[in-house]
């Protein structure tokens, strides 16, 4: 019993202040892990449930009414522009408690079938660098699980956040595309009624064979697909990072247009940056290359926002890579984002860096005596001249 009120204890403490969740919180739940960094992700989310209570308790430090100076709308309500990115939650297993702290939520990516994805270990961690490194191969609950998850959190517990159904039909080979097709289809349908809008994932750097889904013509079928479905809610892709040489960096573009062309909203950038085994921080990685998230993404990360926010001034922008402080925050919004998500920053620092994130630009806003919908508009004039 007094373990247990200890670790309660720590959790709340955790849950605010950064540094206390960087040498206390998160060094025990690695210990707890045997050092397995997917094991303490999934202890976390199994915590955030436990423990909803405290961050009920919490709740004013995070979604405070004095922030409503900083809502954007989704789906006709106004919410903070600060969320979770795909993968944080893959099954919405903790929607409900996250809701108290995110002003939105992009949970998946939801697929049909149930997958164990590749073998453990698939997860390693770079501790000085704050990077991430998985080659998971999408593993998931299923569509089924997720569905559930979602409607009970809407039905039963009054469940009002915004949330983002990130969602990808895997084709078992690049010769059976329509069987991504058809799961998408299903995938629209099953969780239409329930989300605020759709993120189509077709980057995860760690499944072969979504690779025959980025071309230009793909990309504008699955736009209509998904906006035909999301009607006037959001309907953005999710984009792998943005490679500055220009051969890539056309065929990025070639994309992103290709969806825009095809109704789509706009993008979430980025996703993470295909590397070889020997750049994974670990003796006895199995696979030959993993997905790098974290630090590492920040100029992807950039550069994509804005090339997008000068080609497509309207185009609706979620940044997401890397953004580990209010510094980062700030750039990111300055370089034309509408939003902010993030998950592997969160695993270094804690929830508490939303905290601070948010009171930094609020801080900086007063300061300057601009409303944030005026500061946005502002960005988008400078950046589209």
């Given at each position: 019993m007094i373990l247990k009120w200890i670790e309660k204890k720590a959790f709340a403490?955790?849950?605010?202040?950064?540094?206390?969740?960087?040498?206390?919180?998160?060094?025990?739940?690695?210990?707890?892990?045997?050092g397995d960094p997917e094991r303490v992700h999934e202890m976390a989310l199994e915590k955030l449930q436990e423990y909803e209570d405290v961050i009920q308790e919490r709740f004013h430090d995070f979604l405070s009414p004095e922030l409503d100076?900083?809502?954007?709308?989704?789906?006709?309500?106004?919410?903070?522009?600060?969320?979770?990115?795909?993968?944080?939650?893959?099954?919405?297993?903790?929607?409900?408690?996250?809701?108290?702290?995110?002003?939105f939520q992009e949970v998946g990516t939801i697929?049909?079938?149930?997958?164990?994805?590749?073998?453990?270990?698939?997860?390693?961690?770079?501790?000085r660098n704050g990077d991430l490194f998985n080659a998971q191969g999408f593993p998931s609950k299923g569509l089924r699980h997720a569905r559930y998850n979602i409607f009970n959190y809407r039905k039963y517990r009054g469940g009002n956040g915004a949330i983002l159904g990130s969602i990808c039909g895997i084709p078992p080979?690049?010769?059976?595309?329509?069987?991504?097709f058809e799961e998408t289809e299903l995938l629209l349908t099953e969780l239409d009624s329930l989300v605020d809008g759709f993120v189509w994932n077709p980057f995860s750097p760690n499944t072969a064979a979504l690779t025959a889904l980025r071309t230009p013509e793909t990309f504008e079928k699955y736009a209509k697909l998904v906006k035909q479905t999301a009607g006037n809610r959001w309907a953005l892709v999710k984009m792998g990072p943005y490679d500055n040489k220009p051969?890539?960096?056309?065929?990025?573009?070639?994309?992103?247009?290709?969806?825009i062309r095809g109704g789509?909203?706009?993008?979430?950038?980025?996703?993470?940056?295909?590397?070889?085994?020997?750049?994974?921080?670990?003796?006895?990685?199995?696979?030959?290359?993993?997905?790098?998230?974290?630090?590492?993404?920040?100029?992807?990360?950039?550069?994509?926002?804005?090339?997008?926010?000068?080609?497509?001034?309207?185009?609706?922008?979620i940044a997401a890579g890397g953004i580990d402080s209010p510094y980062q925050a700030w750039?990111?919004?300055?370089?034309?984002?509408?939003a902010l998500e993030g998950y592997t920053p969160y695993t270094f620092h804690g929830f508490g860096l939303l905290r601070e994130i948010v009171y930094d630009i609020r801080k900086k806003l007063y300061l300057s005596g601009r409303t944030f919908q005026e500061w946005r508009k502002e960005i988008k004039e400078r950046q589209t001249v």
């Open positions: 403490k955790g849950l605010t202040n950064t540094q206390f969740f960087r040498d206390y919180v998160r060094r025990f739940a690695y210990r707890r892990a045997g100076i900083l809502k954007i709308e989704i789906n006709g309500r106004r919410f903070l522009p600060f969320g979770t990115a795909a993968g944080l939650d893959k099954n919405a297993d903790a929607v409900e408690p996250l809701s108290y702290i995110f002003g697929i049909v079938n149930p997958r164990e994805g590749n073998k453990r270990p698939r997860v390693a961690v770079d501790e080979g690049p010769e059976e595309l329509d069987v991504a051969e890539k960096r056309e065929q990025w573009l070639d994309l992103v247009s290709a969806w789509g909203d706009g993008i979430v950038a980025v996703n993470t940056y295909m590397v070889p085994k020997d750049k994974v921080p670990s003796k006895d990685w199995g696979y030959p290359s993993a997905g790098r998230s974290g630090r590492f993404l920040q100029p992807y990360r950039q550069q994509a926002i804005l090339s997008v926010r000068r080609k497509f001034p309207d185009a609706v922008i750039s990111a919004f300055e370089a034309g984002a509408d």
